[in-house]
């Protein structure tokens, strides 16, 4: 088996202003051999690009067999769509936070509550440390909403986060991700 090796196929943008702060996500693809991922999809003004990018790399969207989702934000989400082939993958713990109506109580602004109502059927639902293919296991890391999730490439040491780590400044000074959910969590 190849070992897992992933690239960003559109980096983060982060940015503020006094009337709040907005961003956009890496979008990264994995690659086992076996099967071509997708980390996240971005927000619908992310979709031209993300499709020149995956053409560029001689992705097609045919090619990307699974879409692991971080989390529901839409910066992360929007573009599922796209990938009318793929699994979708999202931890159980995000799914419920969504389909309950719990992200109301939180007052959580950026769910796209619609589109994920619309294709819920689509959705896998996994468990933390759950192996979604060999040498891929799923990370519950939640604060910045309950079942935000990462992936572990294990053969690499790899660990994709989502909004969980914003930037590597935050990270080493230990300084957590805005969190709707639980900040101490």
Known sequence: MKQAAFQIVLPAIGASSNRGAMGWCNISLIETGDRTILFDTGSNDDRPELLAELARMG???????????????????????VFEDADIY???????????????????????????????????????GEELFPGLRTLALPGHTPGVSGLILEESRVVLTGDSVKNAYDYTHGIPPYAIYDAEK
């Open 59 to 81: 992705v097609d969207v045919k090619d990307i067999d699974a879409v692991f989702l971080s989390h529901f934000h839409y910066d992360h989400c929007c573009n599922i769509e």
């Open 90 to 128: 999202v931890s159980a713990r995000e799914l419920e936070y969504v389909l309950s109506g719990e992200f109301k109580t939180y007052g959580d602004p950026y769910i796209p509550y619609g589109m994920i109502r619309y294709y819920e059927q689509r959705f896998i639902p996994f468990a933390d």
